[in-house]
């Protein structure tokens, strides 16, 4: 199992610019989320899913599209890049019926907007 | 604002040494994470405990959940190097299908 797995690595976008984080994990989890982490700072929920065709909104999710259209993909879509969105994006999953409810996270994309 | 405080921000501590980190909130949650996060990676899960007043321990890492649910501290006792990182503390809300994390604590063990 590769796990969770997200692309690119690193980008770099200038303001107004639009692009799609990928995610994809291989474990059949109904549960996928995606996390914004500010330097120093703890992770903030932007959109979550609870089964593919089903996405809602978390904490921060102003500036963000999501789409579930399958179980294994997850992605998150910026559609007018901003510097505050300049953050590590990490997109992770967990079961449903799992009794420590362990979310897996990817390796994280590094964004910059300029 | 942060639903959930986690104190202290930064440690810095000779390794042997025992530490304390708190994970505060006004809100109840249906359960408390830790998680220990790497440079370059991300977070992996140390334990989730679920009911008030709750105490699990993981060889040097002791972790309790507060009687009311709305708060959680991690010991480390006898500190090594290899316990460096960022640890943060999540609650989970709305069924579970929502995690909310804490600021993070970074804890540096030195040698």
């Known amino acids: 199992n590769a796990g969770v797995t997200q692309t690119p690595k690193f980008r770099i976008l200038k303001i107004g610019q639009s692009m799609t984080l990928q995610c994809t994990q291989d474990?059949?989890?109904?549960?996928m989320y995606w996390y914004r982490q500010d330097p120093g700072m703890g992770l903030k929920l932007i959109y979550y899913?609870?089964?593919?065709?089903?996405?809602d909104k978390g904490e921060v999710p102003n500036g963000y599209n999501v789409s579930r259209s399958t179980t294994e993909d997850f992605p998150l879509r910026l559609e007018l890049a901003a510097p505050s969105q300049t953050s590590v994006y990490f997109c992770?999953?967990?079961?449903?019926?799992?009794?420590?409810?362990?979310?897996?996270f990817g390796p994280g994309t590094r964004l910059t907007v300029l | 604002t942060q639903l959930l405080e986690q104190s202290p921000q930064f440690l810095s501590i000779q390794e042997g040494e025992n530490l304390t980190v708190y994970c505060n909130s006004s809100s109840v949650f249906s359960s408390l994470q830790w998680y220990r996060q790497e440079p370059g990676e991300g977070p992996v899960l140390l334990v989730t405990v679920v009911t008030g007043g709750e105490v699990k321990k993981l060889k040097r890492l002791t972790f309790q959940f507060g009687d009311a649910r709305k708060d959680s501290s991690l010991h480390i006792t006898a500190a090594q190097p290899g316990d460096t990182g960022l640890y943060l503390c999540a609650g989970a809300m709305d069924n579970f299908n929502k995690f909310y994390f804490g600021s993070g604590t970074k804890l540096n063990v030195k040698p």
């Open positions: 992770a999953s967990r079961a449903r019926l799992e009794v420590h409810n362990e979310q897996f």
């Open positions: 474990m059949n989890h109904n549960y």
């Open positions: 899913s609870v089964g593919a065709g089903i996405t």
